[in-house]
């Protein structure tokens, strides 16, 4: 290969690029290429929930239960509907029906609406925070020898904060790695951390917090309101007939009032208890996890009281049922950020395929050295193929040789590591200029790490300019020079 042009044996090993489509089968589209969707955040969600219609629906696990009470609901509302609603329709007003579908599908609306929403999950720690958490509380060896050693806990640990004059324990999650907030507690059976939590309620197949506890009061009460009502129209319709045709034949001719009133006569009692009971909780600002914990009972002493308790039933139920409803804190349909590879630059001249055009024209320090090498040495590792020409636009060192044309115009070959060094063919008129070291043992030339070079040219870690080049060239240059002129001299004297 000769340094004006790129002919010679290296120019058979060009890459050429490699066609893909030309094994493929006719019927295979180019265009259809697999493109990496990002993930969202419910599908690798840590808790133990079911998401439908690609995270928009949000349950717990154990659903049996939910499926359960829609059956009830939808089969008594059914029948009610198909088979006492046209009797009693005819026979006292048709307004029965209308008011018993608003009610059935108020109560349908809160159900799915407190079955299918996040209750107020918070969100886990990330590995950063809780390294950090763990490392302000001062006890992570503690924890890593007793998660090691038979699954040993360490004491629970706590923060208190006053809160309208009352001393509330914070207390700290093993498994979500946080604080929990004022009210939180963590649901064995969703593994999750809800804020106000009340309490995990199977029969609607989700946990009952911040988020849902209003849609869960308004669906107890609505189906408390609903029960009474079919019950009491059917109890209507059986008399009814029964002053008709007889209380029997009345059974016997609807054997569906029968179900209905026996299904809601077994039932009404636990709803309207319910509704009841949370009706007090509302009113005294309170959850069901702390009033069976009794955190705000007066058997702990007399100064114990709820300081969430506005003193007034109304601005209570105000709170908790009409006021603003706090976003989700998970985004369970956020997608995940995929972590940015750090692509790393190219180190002591080995070319790193696949790197970006703003790393491929880089020149670092280890690279320059190689093209002075290749200067001194008439051969060298050739650099970058898609390098461009640098052009230096510095004034020459005063009282030093410049040589005009640039280090970066020699001729570049096809990229090879530094290890192999074929045999080049170098330049005849570098070679009368700058001799080998083979062919002159006697002097010894300087390397590029043994140039000299001005105080505050090469600073560190900053890339050899083509000044500094120039300069190694131009005092390998003049000791070339001097060594001939001795060498005339000796043949002269000899003669």
């Excluded at 009133?261 to 909780?281: D, K, M, Q």
């Excluded at 570049?412 to 290890?419: A, D, E, M, V």
Aim: aromatic share 10%.
């Amino acid at each position: 290969m000769t340094p004006g042009g790129g002919s010679g044996p290296m120019k058979d090993c060009e890459y050429s690029q490699i066609s893909t489509h030309s094994s493929s089968s006719p019927m295979e589209s180019p265009h259809k290429k697999k493109k990496s969707v990002p993930k969202r955040k419910w599908e690798v969600f840590p808790g133990r929930n079911k998401f439908f219609c690609n995270g928009r629906i949000m349950m717990a696990r154990q659903t049996g239960v939910f499926y359960l009470t829609l059956v009830l609901i939808l089969v008594t509302s059914g029948l009610f509907f198909a088979f006492d609603c046209p009797y009693l329709s005819e026979k006292i007003t048709p307004a029965i029906p209308a008011i018993g579908g608003i009610l059935f599908f108020f109560v349908m609306g809160t159900l799915l609406r407190t079955s299918f929403s996040d209750p107020g999950v918070l969100p886990r720690a990330t590995p950063d925070e809780a390294a950090d958490l763990e490392r302000q509380i001062g006890n992570t060896e503690d924890i890593a020898n007793g998660s090691s050693s038979g699954g040993y806990r360490p004491p629970p640990r706590t923060k208190e904060v006053i809160i309208n004059g009352q001393t509330v324990k914070l207390k700290y999650c093993f498994t979500c790695k946080i604080f929990r907030p004022p009210r939180a507690s963590h649901c064995s059976l969703c593994d999750n951390c809800v804020e106000r939590f009340d309490h995990h309620c199977p029969w609607v197949g989700n946990c009952v917090g911040k988020r849902n506890y209003r849609f869960f009061y308004m669906f107890i009460l609505s189906l408390s309101f609903l029960t009474v009502f079919i019950f009491a129209f059917v109890i209507t319709h059986v008399i009814l007939r029964s002053q008709q045709t007889g209380f029997l034949n009345a059974l016997k001719d609807s054997p569906a009032s029968v179900l209905e009133a026996v299904v809601c006569f077994f039932s009404v009692w636990s709803i309207v208890g319910l509704s009841g009971f949370h009706t007090y909780l509302i009113s005294s600002n309170q959850t069901t996890n702390e009033d069976i914990k009794g955190s705000w009972s007066n058997k702990r002493g007399k100064e114990n009281y709820n300081p969430y308790s506005y003193g007034n039933i109304f601005t209570n139920c105000c709170a908790a049922l009409c006021g603003p409803l706090s976003p989700s804190l998970i985004d369970r349909r956020g997608f995940i950020q995929p972590d940015t590879p750090q692509l790393a630059g190219p180190s002591n001249g080995i070319t790193m395929y696949g790197a970006t055009q703003s790393q491929s024209n880089m020149c670092d320090q280890d690279q320059c050295i190689q093209s002075t090498k290749f200067v001194l040495q008439a051969a060298a590792t050739p650099l970058l193929q898609s390098e461009p020409s640098i052009t230096s636009e510095e004034l020459p060192l005063p009282g030093k040789t410049s040589i005009s044309g640039p280090c970066a115009t020699l001729t570049l070959g096809q990229p090879t590591p530094p290890s192999s060094m074929p045999n080049l063919t170098s330049d005849s008129g570098l070679t009368d200029i700058i001799p080998l070291k083979e062919e002159h043992e006697g002097h010894q030339f300087l390397t590029p790490e043994e140039a000299p070079s001005p105080p505050g040219m090469l600073p560190s870690g900053s890339p050899i300019t083509h000044s500094h080049t120039m300069h190694v060239l131009s005092l390998a240059s003049q000791d070339s020079l001097h060594e001939d002129s001795v060498r005339g001299l000796v043949k002269l004297s000899s003669v």
